[in-house]
Structures are given as structure tokens and as C-alpha cells.
């Protein structure tokens, strides 16, 4: 991580609304159970490219690369989960630095995963039990300049992680439910 001081920087990035963060802070705290659902409705086009519809954006296409038989069109689902991670800490980082009135003038993190696939999604591959499956290690590098020193910057970052739902998601077993549709 780096760092800049304030009077060598020209630009800052673009702000998010504080006060709608505080707002937003406070129902949290009033009611701390409150949960929100995320919707996607994805469709095959054939081989592995999928279009993943949310809400009124244009879909979210997946594929496979060429060695594993797709037509390499677009990320493939594991680029998309750490696609999701890094936008997720990035938006917990600029929400703490906010909310810490420190200004950013740089954010961007580098993303890695160790993925395994043996058991070939489950068509006669490796026999594996889930943990052995998926991402086995995710390293995540960010670089960030701001206002700050590169002490006060380092906290930011690991409170975002710390917090962000998406990481949280990676780390913790969670209810999963999946069946036909009626």
C-alpha cells in the first residue's frame, strides 16, 4: 500500500453521500438483524456461457475457457466470485474511509484464488468432498492512497474486511438450499 500526502494530491475519487452513510449506519444499529435479498436470474445460452440477469443492468456473462470446453467469451465463474469479493471490499473501503473523513485519491486491489475443479463439476471426475473443492486460498492485495498515513490506511482496509459481506460469505459455512423449481 502506498500513500500520498495531501498536498501532493490533485484529484480525489468520487465521494459516496456521509450523511446517507450514517443513516444507513444507524438503521444497523437499530435493528442489527435486518437482512436484504440479492436476486439473479441466470440463463444457459449453451456449452457454459450463461447470462446472469439483475434487476435493470445488462446481464452478467459467464463462461469457461477454451480448456475447459467453453468458448472463453467472458470471465469465468470463479473470476466472476472474485470479481464480487473485490467490488465488495472496495465499496467497504470507501464506505470506513468516509465515515473516518479520510479522502482517497487511489483504490484498487489485485485478486488471486487457488481453485481446484478434480472432480469435474461432478461428471466423473476425482471423487472430492466439498471442502476440498473451490477456492483453497484467495489473496487479496490492495493499493491505496489517500489522505491518511499508510498506518491509518491499513486499518481501513482490514475493518472493511472484517465487515464485508462478500468475504464473510467466502469464510463461513452458510444455509444452502438448492432444488427443481416447481
Not at 473470476?79 to 482517497?104: D, F, M, N, P, Q
Not at 471426475?125 to 491509518?152: K, T, W
Request: hydrophobic share 40%.
Amino acid at each position: 500500500m502506498s500513500t500520498q500526502t495531501a498536498n501532493t494530491v490533485s484529484t480525489y475519487l468520487r465521494p459516496i453521500d456521509r450523511d446517507g452513510l450514517e443513516g444507513f449506519a444507524e438503521k444497523g444499529r437499530a435493528n442489527p438483524e435486518t437482512r436484504g435479498t440479492n436476486k439473479v436470474h441466470t440463463v444457459c445460452e449453451g456449452q457454459y456461457r450463461t447470462l446472469s440477469y439483475v434487476g435493470d443492468h445488462e446481464p452478467v456473462v459467464v463462461d469457461e475457457p477454451l480448456h475447459l470446453f467453453g468458448q472463453n467469451t467472458a470471465p469465468a465463474p470463479g473470476e466472476i466470485v472474485l470479481s464480487a469479493l473485490g467490488g465488495c471490499l472496495a465499496v467497504g473501503i470507501t464506505a470506513v474511509a468516509t465515515w473516518k473523513k479520510v479522502k482517497l485519491s487511489r483504490l484498487e486491489l489485485f485478486l488471486e484464488g487457488d481453485i481446484g475443479n478434480p472432480a469435474a463439476w461432478g461428471a466423473g471426475g476425482a471423487h472430492r468432498i466439498p471442502s476440498q473443492m473451490g477456492f483453497q486460498e484467495i489473496r487479496v492485495r490492495v493499493v491505496v492512497e489517500g489522505d491518511a498515513s499508510r498506518e491509518e490506511l491499513d486499518e481501513i482496509v482490514q475493518q472493511a474486511n472484517y465487515y464485508s459481506p462478500v468475504a464473510n460469505t467466502m469464510r463461513n459455512p452458510i444455509a444452502f438450499d438448492i432444488a427443481l423449481a416447481e
